[in-house]
């Protein structure tokens, strides 16, 4: 059966979208972490830039998120197999460091807000 369904089609569609997502919502963080590496090594800071890229790495991600539980929930194939959970480790990983990603983005955006209120943001002590 080569022609596909149209719920096959449109979730393979999908499914394109949001890996293009991923990759420029990696690029998006990475360009971030560039220029906040290079703020804080040469104490020059470009607030506007770092602000603007800092929002469309977030609206590119609040997308991929959506687009991930889309997938997740209501295209994602149903288990065939009792051993579903092994056979799909790679699924399982990325749901884990994109978990993982969200949970760590909170104390990320803490700091910003306390480094933009003027106080002093460390790791230690």
């Given at each position: 059966t080569y022609l596909k369904s149209a719920f096959e089609?449109?979730?393979?569609?999908?499914?394109k979208i949001n890996a293009i997502l991923t990759w420029l919502a990696t690029i998006l963080v990475l360009s971030h972490a560039?220029?906040?590496?290079y703020s804080l090594t040469t104490g020059i800071y470009h607030?506007?830039?770092?602000?603007?890229?800092?929002?469309?790495?977030?609206?590119?991600?609040?997308?991929?998120v959506l687009l991930t539980i889309i997938v997740i929930a209501c295209l994602h194939d149903k288990p065939q197999k009792p051993r579903?959970?092994?056979?799909?480790?790679?699924?399982?990983l990325q749901r884990f460091s994109g978990t993982a990603i969200l949970l760590?983005?909170?104390?990320?955006?803490?700091?910003?807000?306390?480094?933009?209120?003027?106080n002093l943001v460390s790791i230690c002590c």
């Open positions: 089609r449109k979730s393979m569609i999908i499914k560039g220029t906040m590496m607030k506007s830039l770092n602000a603007r890229l800092a929002h469309i790495t977030a609206i590119v991600m609040g997308l991929h579903y959970l092994k056979a799909n480790w790679r699924t399982w760590f983005l909170i104390p990320h955006i803490f700091s910003l807000k306390q480094f933009f209120e003027g």
